[in-house]
């Protein structure tokens, strides 16, 4: 749940800089995830999600939970756009749950909260999404919420359904290098807020050109 919130708050986010639903799935996609971010949102429907992001933003953890608008989430669960479960939710489902296309009605209701079309690119849309992720992994290493990088990277791939074949968080973050991980996140808190900040286990781990696996 804790890679949860920063995850929702950063999908509502992208929302508000322009970017399609179609495009926000594929950026998941692409990377490896199962599904898309919302489709994930819709299968676990909306009231459950945004119930886990509302008390995460409320649970003095910082800056990392912010960032997005879950106000988003909230008015399309007043609209009854729970998701998979009411056949309605960023996507329309038939009565056998089978997802037909990204709910129109949704697209349109989502236009009032773009502050500014940013036109970002897939690649910035997945780093965004992804870096979040990746962040409260490792804060949750540095906080001693997981004993270790292993049991992080099983618990986000199994539990989350993190791109099984990047081997989890911190073994992506071996495979890219911290350093230059630290690098772009630093950028985008420059560009977008301190939200995406990283927490200062990697920041270490970047200073001493460390890996979280031997």
């Not at 800089?17 to 594929?26: E, I, R």
């Not at 669960?77 to 009565?95: A, V």
């Not at 073994?171 to 890219?176: H, N, P």
Request: with cysteine; glycine share 14%.
């Amino acid at each position: 749940n804790r890679c949860l919130g920063p995850f929702l708050a950063e999908v509502t986010a992208l929302i508000k800089d322009g970017v399609k639903l179609d495009a926000l799935d594929n950026a998941s996609k692409d990377f490896g995830m199962p599904v898309g971010c919302l489709t994930l949102a819709d299968n676990v429907g909306l009231d459950v999600a945004t119930k886990v992001a509302t008390f995460l933003a409320n649970a003095d953890l910082g800056v990392r939970m912010e960032g997005g608008d879950i106000a988003i989430m909230e008015k399309m669960m007043e609209k009854g756009w729970l998701g998979k479960k009411t056949g309605n939710g960023f996507y329309t489902y038939d009565k056998k749950g089978k997802k037909k296309g990204v709910n129109s009605e949704v697209e349109a209701f989502v236009r009032q909260y773009i502050d500014e079309d940013l036109n970002l690119d897939g690649q910035e849309i997945q780093d965004r999404i992804i870096s979040r992720i990746v962040n409260e992994a490792a804060k949750c290493l540095e906080d001693e919420i997981i004993s270790d990088p292993v049991v992080g990277d099983i618990g986000l791939v199994f539990g989350t359904g993190f791109a099984p074949f990047h081997g989890g968080p911190f073994r992506y973050l071996d495979t890219v290098g911290v350093d230059k991980y630290v690098g772009m996140m630093e950028g985008f808190a420059d560009k977008y807020g301190p939200q995406f900040e990283p927490c200062q286990i990697l920041k270490d781990y970047a200073g001493a050109g460390k890996k979280f696996h031997g």
